[in-house]
């Protein structure tokens, strides 16, 4: 049930005591300490690096970067090997393939293979490298016990024709993976710079130029390089490896020797030569590895060229950041600890979680910064259980207290019998019973006021002495959500009821009906509002009102008091009294129908035997024998479609698979003495003849007899209403309905007459009761006023609809929309117990 609101204070305090509220804000300043310090030791301590690595790795695989196409690489692969014999091969091959490469000119020629030995071929081989840009690579030792490493050079004419030399060292992490690569290494005495760092230099500088157009590196990029080198730093960066990192154009070292690769695919390109061959054994783990397996070596420094040549370097955030930005998660779950059920804390945990996540992914694709999330996923992971093992510390104290209390209350209650063993379990589990039977005779009286408000079918509202809705038992809400109208809770009673339209009082002396009506409907809506007292007596006895839904109601007002006879409040109810008024209106249509419709052709079946018994020669002519039979005839019709008519409406109807065609059929055959007598043609379009309708005879599922007499009844009209040598065609179709998206499949039947048609006024009122058309100018056309609203009520109980289009002079089209079988069987069940 609906309770006042309270007041919400952020000061535990406020909600636990003064004492309670020192104790949490103590161990809630303990429990973020303790998390600053795991946080500290994952970030700074570096106790999460190898999860780090895990988490970076498989940001990497989740997103592909664009390649540069002007790297093309040429793979000194196992066909090679396999045509051009064991390796390492002669300079002379090497020099073969440096003049065959010059010819198609590319950009630049790097070398990713060693040649540190002196060889008879170096002097051939030195001129090859001078036809073009080369680029050559050195190999650092490892650092001895002083410091120092060892840099091993290719032979001196191969380093004076090379354009530039640099280091192919690749360190892996403690995993063994390669992730990251210093730009600039070496000891005191001499440093390189990594082999790709001169050849990025030199297209920045313009010294090289590419078919491409790739994106050229700012000032500051190179700024840093050069800081880098001048510093004595290494200039590391992580490689953005993805899962294309073996996607550049790829050239067998054979194909490219023997001329059999255009020299387009080489023009204005930079060219990486490394060995790919499963032999060699020059194949790395990366962090793509997973799905590429290791790497070779000259795939690795073509992402370190592309990487440097678009400027997409990966930082790696220092400690202290990565430290700082995962504070901030932590500060925020211990702020919603202070205002947060345990429920929405740990939603907010999971939150924080997914949040340090996608914040860390959103540095590493946009502002290539890796911030690790691990630190900060691990602060409140581990803030979160122990907050709450504390948190229920307290509960469990708090509990304990305020049994205490309700034990030292006496009970005004009587209660059940107690259960053997019904506080068994842990410490918790025994107080949350114990407090438990202590609700439960609040409880029980709650549950059995809001039960038998429940209980009630018809709507009730209770409000406060302001008026306001406190309680809305199920039936209301059903009511109101019916409407499209908001919960009444909290809403002012006038406001809830405020959509009603006034219809009439309740007043049991006749005599001042109209006065009461008038002063109601002057006053209206202001009689809503409980807290008029001039209007208590009025509301008392009832108003009757109208909903949006055209539905009547009685709207009543009682008064709630407590024990000191005090109003506390209001109780307002509606009854739905919409079929009161129509059987009121069924009545008094039946009363109509048997004191003048059917009296009339009874009493001028009498008047006309007393004319003919007052003859002092009774003779029968034809002409009065037709005129009784006519009265007869009419009455016997009168009775019939009323019958008819009510069987439609209220009966179950028997359904079961027909044949539309052969529906319309049998309606034509019985209309058709009628439509002979006036020459009148009838004319059915089953769709037989051919096309996609052929031979499906449009099945439906229906009560064969009330829809053949529906189908009866509008050929009746349409050869009632319209002039002799006319006609009549019925056109069936199945389609789905048009302006109706989305609409299930139906069968349709339209009846079109040129007859005298109906005025667009008379159609709105077509398919009510007792409504005739052309009763003045066609008086000759008898009829009840029955057979539409038979019609209406027929095809509607079926599940479809019925339309008119009709003009006067022009004719008159009757169309009665019915759901295929398929469509159809789904609701005959409901249609048959309707």
Known sequence: MPTTPTRLSLDPRARLGRRAGRRFLIEWVGVGCLGIVVILLASLGRLSASVDQ????????LRAQPLLSDIVVVEIDNASVAQLGRWPWPRSVHAKLLEQIAKAGPAAVIYDVLFTEANPEDAPFARAIALGPTYLPVLLTAPDAAGHRVAVEPVTPLAHAAAGLGHINLEVDSD?????????????????PQLMVPVADAVERGTLRLTGRPRRQSSVETAARRTARDDGGEGRFLIPFGANAENYTKLSFASVLAGDVPADQLRGRLVVIGVTASGLYDRFAT??????????????????????????EVEPAGRWVVFAVSLLPLAALLAGFLVLSPRRSLLLT?????????????????????????????????????????????????????????????HLLPQTPQRRREFSGDVLEQHMALMAQAAQRVQDMKRFVWDSLDSVPEPILVSDVQGVVLIANHAAKAHFARLGAPVPEGRPMQTVLGGLTLVKTIDSGAASDAEHNLYAHAHWPALLDPARGEFAALMAHGVEVRDANERDHLLRYATCTNAQGETTGWIAGLVDVSAL???????????????????SPQASILALVEIERARIEPVLARDLLERIERYAQRALTLADDFVQLARAESQAYMLEPVSLSELILDASDEVWPQAHAK????????????????????????????????????????????????????????????????AARRVSC????????????QQASLFERFRRFHATERPEVGGAGLGMAFVKTVVTRHGGDVEVVSAPGEGTAFTIWLPALDDARSDSSAASRS
């Open 54 to 61: 895990l988490v970076y790795d498989h940001f990497l695989s």
């Open 176 to 192: 063994g993976i390669v992730r990251s690569v210093a730009q600039f290494q070496g000891d005191a005495d001499s440093r390189w």
């Open 287 to 312: 962090p793509v590895s997973g799905e590429l397996g290791p790497l070779p070596g000259v795939y690795i420094h073509a992402n370190v060229l592309d990487t440097l040549l678009t400027g997409r």
């Open 350 to 410: 999971g939150g924080l979680v997914l949040l340090a996540a996608a914040g860390s992914a959103a540095w590493l694709y946009g502002a290539r910064l890796w911030i690790s999330p691990v630190p900060a996923i691990v602060g409140v992971v581990v803030v979160y259980p122990i907050w709450n093992w504390r948190r229920l510390e307290m509960t469990m104290a708090y509990l304990r207290e305020e049994l205490q209390r309700l034990a030292d209350e006496p």
């Open 581 to 599: 008024h129509v059987a009121e209106r069924q009545r008094e249509d039946a009363l109509r129908l048997l004191s003048h419709d059917m009296r």
């Open 679 to 742: 020459r009148i043609t009838l004319h059915t379009d089953t769709g037989r003849a051919g096309g996609a309708d052929a031979d499906q005879g449009h099945w439906i599922c229906v009560d064969r007899s009330l829809m053949t007499r529906a189908l009866v009844n509008i050929l009746n009209n349409a050869v009632k209403y319209s002039p002799t040598d006319t006609r009549i065609v019925c056109r069936l179709e199945s389609q789905t309905r048009p302006a109706v998206p989305g």
């Open 750 to 761: 339209t009846i079109r007459d040129q007859g005298y048609g109906i005025p667009k006024q």
